[in-house]
């Protein structure tokens, strides 16, 4: 989770792609230049070294250059390990 968070700081679309499940990872990704990500809490996880499937429940807080405005995206991320590398499927965020 910290190193997809770094690379949504850095826009660096290759590691987003190169860490996503190859059963929910589109085929091209476009990430706003405007949008700055700042700050990452892990709130909870579950899922460990010996287990195949994991959630990670963060915060990741941002703001927009053009407009000044900042938030907190909520969401409840679950990977799979494949060939030893755990890989993003999907996640719910919460709209609150």
């Known amino acids: 989770m910290r190193s997809r968070f770094t690379a949504f700081a850095l826009g660096d679309a290759s590691h987003l792609l190169a ?3 190859p059963a929910t990872r589109p085929d091209r990704l476009e990430l706003d230049d405007d ?3 700042e700050r990452l809490d892990i709130d909870e996880t579950h899922g460990g070294v010996d287990d195949v499937r994991a959630t990670v429940t963060f915060r990741a807080s941002w703001w927009q250059r053009r407009t000044g405005a900042c ?3 909520t969401e409840r991320s679950r990977f799979r390990r494949l060939d030893g590398r755990w890989l993003y499927v999907d996640g ?3 709209p609150a």
């Open 92 to 94: 719910v965020v919460d």
């Open 19 to 21: 860490s996503w499940h």
């Open 35 to 37: 949008l700055c990500w």
């Open 71 to 73: 938030g907190v995206l």
